[in-house]
């Protein structure tokens, strides 16, 4: 088996030859190069066998770097709940966690580095940015991969060892797949077993099928043409310029999906937001999301079921306090001079100075003028996952009032009455809250989230009203039939606590929400006699809340697995799966 790596001139000169590294870093790691790449610097990257670090990296002198590109070890929600909850002897004795190693590479005239990995259905193409992150989605490519190939626009050409070419855009979106494999007779666009792919400056292909020892020529045809030449203008930020490029194909072929998705974005974009939603609907996205400037409100439509981000169901018995509660997109708590608690809703007690609509978030600045205490509010929505958060340097308190907390979206899937469906809470082992039932229960249940404060626990005011077990993760689901939303609290957690109301205490309405607490309320001792009052943080914690929504559908209904294994990919996808890897 190979051992190194050999460079030569274009003369055939040989200038470098390249072995297993002798360096602590690269430590006891095995050196089989199997595939190799090199950037205009003349750095080199090598694919080795085993090398579950991802590739080795040298300069143009041989030295070795580093590594990047390294994959993910495939961790089981079983491996996940295991490096929790055991000891550390317990984990010890584990089988160690691999991750796959990369099996091609391929770097593209500005320097990127992209890799393709078998046996990742999801995820098995990566485009790695200049510091080693990958900024593709999880895509689903045929299992096989084998080799690569990038355009100077971007787009990827993934080739699988059965004959698949996967054209996947310079944003890791699938646009086209073709080919496949001849299992017994020879037949024209099909291989036996495909290990390499190439592109000329004229868009064809070429395949390198090893067991034939052929290569077989694909031309690219008018309308793939016309569609890599409508994502270029997309990609690059010329919306308007690629509009009549999309239109033209729908024109050739009115089932292609993703033009009316583009053509979607382009309407959002500028603002036409009854066009958009038309275009999401045509192309059968699973969701389409309706959002209001005036009060931040939004409405996300999934194949299956309607997510409000507010009370939607009206309730005559409730008073003005409570209503505006339910129709706000943020509340707050604050105090005064005298520590005279106020609770504040966007409806009743705020307003919306400023709405800006970027390219791939909404920047929004939100002030509750009687209290003076204004923030931020970004909300970034990507396909059906939306992020909400308060930048914390955006906070501003000009006059006597301080902040507390902040609830963003509290009554987000909130239902009226009895009503189908479940709350998921990671108390102990989990717990579902069954929406359907009375409850008997005449307080909500409000705990922070990993447990009590020890340094507060006997002074704290925000106490368990009914105290279970420890709240072991920041999230929690809501379930609707056959879909349901993930909530996790990505930033604060450490100042979260979890409120569930059920329907018959307060209100009407069964409601779930995170609540973040910048200053926590306490009981300070004045005297000897052990006599108190109660009393807050001077100075705010310092954290920028966070709060990430991932709204999916099932096909029958949805049970604790579904949400189990959907928070499971957040934790790996996220990177904070990486602590138990």
Known sequence: MNKSVVVYSYSGELINEITQPNSPMYGKNDFTPTKIAADYKGNIY????????????????????GFTGANKPNISLKMILQRIFFSEKQKEQLLKIRAPSPTNVFVDTNGLVYTVTQGLKNGGVKKFNIIGENIFPEITTNPNLSDLCVDEDGNVYALSSQGTIDIISSDGNLVFSFGGQSYIEERLGLTRNSQGIALDDKGNLYVLDKETSRITVFSITNFGRTVLSALSLYNSGKYKASKGFWEDILKMNEQFLLAYRTLGNIYFKEQNYSEAFEYFKISQDNYEILFDKKSLNFVVQ???????????????????????????????????????????SLKRNGKVDRVTIKNDYILAT??????????????NFE????????????????????????????????TKGLQNGYYVVPEGSGILVNLSKNTKSTQPYVGRIYGPDIGLSSLSLHQ??????????PMYSIIKENSFVNVVAEEGDLYTYLKIYRAGITTNYNWITFKFVFREPYKRVINKKGDSVNWYQEKMNKFSPAVFYKFSDTQDLASFNDVAKEFKRYLVNSGLGKNFS
């Open 46 to 65: 090598v694919s080795c066998l085993v090398l579950t670090e991802g590739l080795a990296v040298f300069n143009e002198r041989g030295e070795f770097l």
């Open 302 to 344: 999934t194949k299956n079921q309607r997510w409000y981000s507010y009370a939607f169901e009206e309730d005559d018995q409730l008073n003005e306090k409570w209503y505006a509660y339910s129709k706000s997109s943020v509340a707050i708590e604050c105090v005064n001079k005298d520590l005279t608690s106020y609770q504040l």
């Open 366 to 379: 939100v002030s509750f003028p009687t209290a003076q205490i204004s923030f931020d509010l970004v909300i």
């Open 383 to 414: 396909n059906s996952d939306l992020k909400v958060k308060v930048p914390y340097e955006s906070i501003k308190e000009k006059g006597e009032f301080k902040l507390i907390s902040i609830e963003l979206y509290p009554f987000l899937g909130a």
């Open 464 to 473: 368990n009203l009914n105290p279970g077990e420890r709240l072991i993760l």
